[in-house]
């Protein structure tokens, strides 16, 4: 991965979704202060004061850089579609870096322990909290280390309908995880050399047998960091952004989201077939 330098410029200048309705929007942010195991943690919470009533929350998770502009512009753009969303801090302090070896060094800590879940499901029970927020519909999305975090989330068995996965690490559930409530959408580079196919192929099988509800959503030519305009446009070094891809995926994650916060919406949109399509008649008998 490349430095976050200028993500926010970057983003608003070219990943913003609906900057139009970002601009008019009320949306209102606070810092949210939270504990883990005893260690104090800064959370971004985003939302639309002008919206009325409870409404459906969106955990964000940040990649390896720690809670820096990328994971808060996307929460603001959540909350100007009327969500609540809450940015993660999955390192403590509210901390960020710009140096890919201590973002590594940071998310070693982190990945591959017990910490992963642990911080994760605060963050996600930290959300449920907040003022605003129907804690009967959340769903939760990560970016690289939070794509992998998210889908952590989900195999706890913690009571989110549903979790996007964009080009985060495709690690299977553990033997134990049986009890995944969530639907998973993974949204992939297809050509990303840090989740290669034998990756993906394992992560298919591991959900299969945990009895998950899953799709994954492959980009072609997309490398990993795809949705990140700061990971430079480069992809024969593995990380990079591609706009395509970038668009796509946030489009695929809105339809997930009807599916899971807006029934008449989504029967609207992809009504059942066999519903709706009537049997070919049968010829007259003689």
């Given at each position: 991965m490349r430095s976050s330098s200028g993500v926010m410029a970057a983003l608003v200048a070219v990943c913003m979704v609906g900057a139009a309705g970002v601009a008019t929007a009320a949306v209102q942010t606070k810092t949210v202060r939270y504990t883990v195991g005893g260690e104090a943690f800064e959370g971004y919470l985003a939302w639309d004061d002008a919206a009325r009533g409870a409404r459906p929350a969106v955990l964000v998770v940040h990649e390896w850089w720690g809670l820096n502009d990328y994971a808060k512009v996307r929460a603001r753009q959540l909350a100007a579609m009327g969500y609540v969303a809450f940015a993660a801090d999955m390192y403590g302090g509210g901390k960020t870096t710009s140096d890919p070896k201590e973002a590594g060094a940071w998310a070693g800590q982190v990945r591959g322990t017990p910490k992963l879940r642990e911080r994760v499901t605060a963050a996600f029970e930290a959300m449920k909290k907040q003022p605003g927020v129907d804690a009967a519909r959340t769903a939760a999305i990560g970016f690289c280390f939070g794509g992998t975090a998210v889908l952590e989330l989900a195999y706890g068995g913690a009571d989110v309908d549903g979790v996007v996965s964009f080009h985060g690490g495709l690690t299977p559930p553990g033997k134990g995880d049986r009890n995944i409530r969530a639907s998973i959408l993974a949204l992939h580079g297809a050509e990303d050399p840090h989740v290669?196919?034998?990756?993906?192929?394992?992560?298919?099988?591991?959900?299969?047998?945990?009895?998950?509800?899953?799709?994954?959503?492959?980009?072609a030519g997309a490398v990993h960091t795809f949705t990140n305009p700061a990971a430079g446009r480069d992809a024969a070094s593995g990380s990079a952004y591609q706009e395509k891809a970038a668009r796509r995926s946030w489009a695929h994650m809105q339809t997930f989201f009807t599916e899971l916060f807006q029934p008449e919406a989504w029967d609207r949109l992809s009504p059942d077939p066999a519903a709706t399509l009537a049997p070919a008649a049968k010829p007259a008998s003689r």
């Open positions: 290669p196919p034998d990756a993906v192929k394992a992560w298919e099988q591991g959900l299969d047998a945990a009895g998950a509800d899953w799709q994954l959503i492959a980009y």
